[in-house]
């Protein structure tokens, strides 16, 4: 079947587990053929080009999350909805961060014909995060924020994943300060640093590097640095994300920045007396995040805050318990000076959580695609429409000239590998590259398609040179549609 998945990614190095996230697709499933769309960098193509017929849709978290950019979502929100809609199949959303401007998730499933949403709640709140009456009959399902990626786990263990001892700190943990709108949950894990670097001051018996990043990120790690600061840690700090305070519209969102910016020193209790009374915990929309599974993966401790980990982390089986009122902090230190009961609770975390197999990208992929298609892989024959564009790149006049010498030295070389051809491209665009970019692979049969498509060729669009034309460009597009390593 043939599957488009739009997302919307302005940056130019997103964070891993968003990448996960979205590419899990193409690369855990080998019976469907998946289409990337950037909506955010691609805007003239899916306004503009009529695609071919899909069997199913998925819209990721990336793009849906545009609204928090209200001026682009206003302009942009009703041609967004067109364009998911007007293609006849199923179609699936996999929402997060559901509690903040969710009036606009509901109103584009509603619109687009969205059939199937896949959440972060539970069911207890799924009446009140989508009601009927207002996103149809849909198909609810639970899903997690992240999963165990199998490139991560060999990658860690490249790293020295499977090495538990000698690792430089006893505790390690970072927590990100997130606004008050988030609600009481949402601060928590500032809260929870706070509580232990308090606890721990003037002890020499534990080594720590627990630190709060405060609004602007300092002292965050970034890409594989985080993944060396947990295998650094024998222990690490952490609790549900999530918030318990839905804002449909966004107005606790605007109330709470006003306050603030003329109160900058509004503690949290005072904010909400002001901004959101009696509103917090209305929906308990606490959700694992990635961090856990990548603490699993690296055999780090886990001391988490008390919560419903939905029975994929067991307390003082697969972590250490801390409780919600920190009461309990002198047992769980002794715990963690405890090397070998550490070192257990890993193991076990480590055998339920990455070894059974149970939370991988993999099992979430088939997920997603059973519940659209009811189980049904239809077996089609799947020609690559080239006209379908991945990573497209916005087009540029001064290579209109260059563009058609491509394309005749190209037709010359018709017979030679695609890689030759692909070098005789990039030479002709004056772009050294290697052949294994997968950038410049698509940047290319980008151009291609649009001088094969302009009026400059028409009268040649019944000849057997034309024809031969498309032939590259399907070849071209076969290279970077591949299943990634």
């Given amino acids: 079947m043939n599957i488009l998945v739009l997302y919307g990614l302005a940056e130019k190095e997103p964070r891993k587990t968003i990448l996960d996230s979205l590419y899990c697709f193409q690369n855990y499933d080998e019976k469907n053929i998946y289409y990337y769309l950037n909506i955010l960098k691609h805007e003239k193509i899916w306004k503009k080009f009529t695609f071919p017929k899909m069997d199913g849709i998925i819209i990721h978290y990336s793009m849906i999350s545009m609204r928090y950019d209200q001026e682009y979502w206003k302009k942009n929100k009703e041609e967004l909805i067109e364009f998911v809609k007007r293609h006849q199949c199923s179609k699936a959303i996999i929402p997060q961060d559901e509690y903040n401007y969710n009036g606009d998730v509901r109103d584009f499933i509603k619109q687009s014909g969205i059939n199937y949403i896949f959440t972060c709640a539970l069911e207890e709140d799924y009446e009140k995060l989508y009601p009927k009456c207002q996103v149809g009959e849909v198909v609810i399902t639970t899903v997690f924020t992240g999963y165990v990626d199998e490139v991560t786990i060999k990658t860690i263990e490249q790293r020295g994943g499977g090495i538990k001892k000698n690792r430089e700190y006893d505790i390690g943990y970072r927590a990100r300060q997130l606004p008050f709108w988030l609600g009481r949950h949402g601060q928590l894990k500032t809260q929870l640093a706070d509580a232990f670097l308090k606890h721990l001051d003037g002890r020499s018996d534990i080594k720590y590097d627990i630190k709060n990043t405060g ?156 519940v659209m298609f009811q189980g049904i892989y239809k077996k089609t024959r799947v020609y690559r429409k080239f006209v379908i564009i991945m990573y497209l790149h916005e087009l540029n006049e001064k290579f209109s000239k260059k563009v058609k010498c491509i394309y005749v030295n190209s037709l010359n070389l018709i017979r030679n590998t695609i890689i030759n051809s692909l070098n005789l491209i990039s030479r002709l665009i004056g772009i050294k590259v290697k052949v294994g970019n997968n950038d410049l692979k698509e940047f290319i049969a980008h151009r291609w398609y649009c001088f094969m498509e302009s009026d400059f060729l028409k009268p040649l669009k019944s000849t057997k040179l034309y024809q031969k034309g498309k032939i590259i460009l399907l070849k071209l597009y076969s290279i970077f549609n591949r299943k990634k390593d």
């Fill in 215 to 370: 609004l602007q990120g300092e002292h965050t790690f970034n890409g594989y640095d985080w993944i060396d600061f947990l295998l650094n840690c024998r222990t690490m700090l952490g609790c549900l994300g999530g918030s318990g305070l839905l804002d449909v519209d966004g107005s606790i969102f605007k109330k709470v920045e006003e306050y603030c910016n003329i109160h900058p020193t509004a503690e949290f209790n005072e904010v909400e007396r002001e901004c959101f009374p009696g509103l917090d915990n209305y929906i308990h929309l606490y959700a694992l995040s990635p961090r856990h599974f990548e603490c699993a993966i690296t055999k780090t401790c886990q001391l988490l805050v008390e919560g419903d980990y939905q029975g994929v982390f067991r307390p003082n089986i697969d972590f250490i318990e801390i409780k919600k009122d920190f009461s309990n902090m002198d047992s769980v230190i002794d715990k963690v000076k405890d090397v070998e009961y550490c070192e257990r609770i890993a193991d076990n975390c480590y055998q339920h959580v990455i070894k059974s197999g149970e939370y991988t990208y993999h099992c979430f992929t088939l997920k997603i695609i059973n």
